[in-house]
């Protein structure tokens, strides 16, 4: 099979790629050092005519993909939680504005979510990938505590992502990756 013979693409969670830490990223890997894969993907992603949802591992793989993935540049990388620990607990996310063509309509919507992880931290390499992402709108997911508002306090936030991030969008919205699932 080829990827061109498909219109959507879920990269899911539940230790996709092996139960192991850093296995999102070694999935990745797979994909950028191999030439044909590579270039499948990045045919994939060019069309826009495709859409991609990453969640868990499945976020952490097409974020380190975000190379192949237009708009995505800004993306955060995924690492361990702030806690040094895997965290498996329920967590309230709220919903943003964003492009995403597969959270439309729920902007404001506050919902209960399974977190299940150890590297869920959304990590920026340059300050101004965030302050991108936060001025056009590419934050399409937050973790907010009991009142509703966003936070990075530990455990209603259970990775402490700056800002409660924890989902993101491509620029046409096409592609979208979360950590909770």
Not at 26 to 32: E, F, N, P, R, Y
Not at 43 to 52: G, K, L, P, V
Not at 152 to 176: F, K, W
Request: aromatic content about 10%; proline content about 3%.
């Amino acid at each position: 099979k080829q990827l061109s013979d498909y219109k959507g693409l879920v990269a899911c969670g539940g230790f996709s790629y092996g139960d192991v830490l850093g296995a999102g990223e070694g999935w990745a890997k797979s994909i950028l050092y191999n030439d044909y894969l590579r270039e499948m993907f990045a045919e994939y992603f060019a069309n826009t005519h495709t859409f991609s949802l990453g969640v868990c591992n499945g976020c952490q793989m097409l974020s380190n993909l975000k190379s192949l993935i237009p708009g995505a540049e800004h993306w955060a990388h995924f690492v361990q939680n702030q806690s040094a620990r895997f965290e498996a607990r329920a967590a309230m996310v709220e919903i943003q504005q964003s492009p995403s063509i597969l959270l439309k309509g729920m902007q404001g919507s506050r919902m209960p979510i399974a977190v299940s992880h150890g590297e869920g931290q959304a990590e920026f390499a340059l300050e101004n990938q965030l302050a991108s992402l936060e001025q056009e709108n590419l934050v399409s997911m937050r973790f907010v505590d009991n009142y509703g508002k966003v936070t990075r306090q530990y455990p209603a936030n259970p990775n402490g992502s700056v800002n409660g991030i924890t989902g993101l969008t491509s620029n046409d919205g096409r592609a979208t990756i979360m950590m909770p699932h």
